[in-house]
């Protein structure tokens, strides 16, 4: 692939269109409620979502033979398994506004992956601003507004997982991204199969729409968020994709009629403006023959 010329507006709107999926992925989760166990979520998931790419990864069949660093590959899968399934189990049982909060941690917590794993330098600023993103997260949350529960524990694990899979995912980064795509789809069935069989719960009928929903939904985003990245900058993208806090609060106030506490908005104030110092001083990022990283969700 060579160098492609940067269309900020085209890539904006392929992510605003990648963030409005996701959003809706996890507002269906959320719907279906905590009646389903979060691994039966992630095998429709992963299932429908392995059907919608098999007439590409079909025609792309060629690009499988010979697989580099498959044990990474597997690594990323149970990584991203782990993530989801901790996740489904988070929405259910969560505000949106929280979930998404939290999850604003990731940053951080990939930063000290990165930097102890990878030995890339984060400097006074990177940590500064991670410093101010935990307050900002501790404010949010508000122990006294948000009651202690295992949404709030699996949240923790989300984090840590969710930014193991960024590690895993960048010593992956020359893979064809058709090659991702079916390593994560194929894997996750695989691995959630059998726990989704020994819990699994009757689906009615009228449920069965918004799981097949919840696969296409995913696999959409996943385009999306690649097309978004191969016309934005990486800057420029970044600073974007906080927009997801204002969606997630909008979908949760008018579709689940939960309205965040008094602290939510000064704590999440916080951890937006310390993960835009941190993006802002990152340089536009050159296109090379490489596709961008995947996210784990």
Request: glycine share 6%.
């Amino acid at each position: 692939m060579t160098d492609a010329p940067r269309d900020n507006l085209k890539g904006g709107a392929w992510l605003l269109a990648d963030l409005s999926l996701n959003i809706w992925s996890l507002s269906l989760v959320k719907w279906l409620g905590a009646d389903y166990p979060a691994v039966q979520v992630v095998f429709f998931r992963a299932a429908i979502g392995l059907i919608v790419i098999a007439p590409l990864v079909w025609a792309k069949r060629e690009v499988f033979r010979d697989v580099a660093q498959l044990p990474l590959h597997l690594l990323r899968v149970v990584l991203a398994a782990v993530t989801l399934v901790a996740s489904f189990f988070a929405i259910a049982r969560l505000p949106l506004a929280v979930f998404t909060a939290i999850s604003f941690t990731r940053p951080v917590i990939t930063m000290i992956m990165v930097a102890l794993i990878l030995r890339e330098v984060i400097g006074l600023r990177g940590w500064t601003a991670a410093i101010i993103a935990l307050i900002g997260i501790v404010i949010a949350v508000n122990p006294g507004t948000v009651d202690w529960s295992w949404g709030l524990a699996s949240m923790v694990l989300v984090v840590v997982s969710a930014s193991a899979v960024v590690v895993t995912t960048r010593a992956l980064r020359m893979s064809a991204p058709i090659v991702m795509m079916a390593f994560y789809t194929a894997g996750l069935s695989f691995i959630s199969a059998p726990f989704a069989i020994y819990s699994w719960q009757a689906v009615p009928l009228h449920h069965l729409g918004a799981f097949c929903l919840i696969g296409c939904f995913a696999q959409a985003a996943q385009y999306c968020f690649l097309r978004a990245h191969f016309h934005g900058t990486a800057a420029y993208l970044s600073v974007l994709s906080y927009l997801s806090l204002i969606l997630s609060v909008g979908v949760g106030y008018f579709v689940f009629s939960e309205v965040p506490g008094a602290s939510f908005a000064p704590g999440a104030v916080l951890v937006v403006l310390a993960s835009l110092w941190v993006t802002l001083n990152v340089g536009p990022a050159k296109r090379t023959s490489q596709w961008p990283m995947k996210r784990p969700d």
